[in-house]
């Protein structure tokens, strides 16, 4: 199993402002992917962070306002830009392990916008 | 479209109980199918996942799961539940072959009492 770091855990930042939040995997995957549980909802799908090219976005989510870096087959960031209230969700890396049969997810960056 | 139905939002069982959280899936494809458990401020655990083979799936902390392609189903059960089983509960659905671009539920919270 791959095991899944993400910084920071927690969050409260001003309106406005930005937050780059990083994800690391203790081995080398293919895909990484950027999820968005909203409070008391389920998750959902913002983007596939892929390696050496732009990331692919799931409808209802920009570049703009969630850029989203892989440098690497172990790293990834996303950045949540501009930030308003209605950004305050938990936000979770996941990765899919070799066999493409599973999907590990991080621990979350609680983030609280005021 | 693929899409996650968990008609219960919240399901209270006294401890040792058996108890049955539902889940029904659209899609027109052959799907992956998956439940991951979420502990109050943890990230998301597989409990078990359906690819392929044998309708009825084991998987840890004494959960099993059903596939019922003509009702097109998924419930989780446990025959007797702990306390420690408190969180909440989500099925997801994926097309085979795409296993971390999941179609989540909205989830179910499981409250086990004394």
């Known amino acids: 199993s791959a095991v899944i770091s993400q910084k920071p855990s927690r969050d409260i930042c001003q309106r406005g402002t930005s937050l780059t939040i990083q994800c690391q995997v203790d081995s080398q995957v293919t895909m990484m992917f950027w999820y968005r549980q909203q409070p008391g909802q389920s998750l959902t799908l913002i983007a596939t962070?892929?390696?050496?090219?732009?990331?692919?976005?799931e409808s209802g989510f920009v570049i703009d306002k969630f850029p989203i870096s892989r440098p690497n087959l172990t790293f990834s960031t996303l950045t949540v830009s501009n930030m308003s209230p209605e950004d305050s969700s938990i936000y979770l890396c996941s990765v899919e392990n070799q066999g493409n049969t599973e999907a590990f997810f991080g621990q979350g960056t609680r983030l609280t916008v005021v | 479209a693929q899409s996650v139905t968990q008609l219960d939002s919240q399901v209270p069982v006294f401890e040792e109980a058996p108890v049955e959280l539902r889940c029904n899936y659209s899609s027109s494809v052959s799907v992956y199918l998956f439940w991951y458990v979420q502990y109050p401020n943890q990230g998301l655990q597989l409990l078990l996942k359906?690819?392929?083979?044998?309708?009825l799936v084991k998987g840890i902390n004494g959960f099993e799961a059903e596939f019922n392609k003509s009702q097109t189903s998924f419930h989780l059960r446990k025959p007797s539940v702990h306390i420690s089983d408190t969180a909440e509960y989500f099925c997801a659905v994926s097309q085979g072959g795409a296993t971390n671009k999941l179609i989540f539920g909205t989830g179910t919270l499981l409250a086990v009492q004394p």
């Open positions: 962070a892929n390696q050496g090219s732009e990331a692919t976005y």
């Open positions: 359906y690819l392929s083979g044998s309708t």
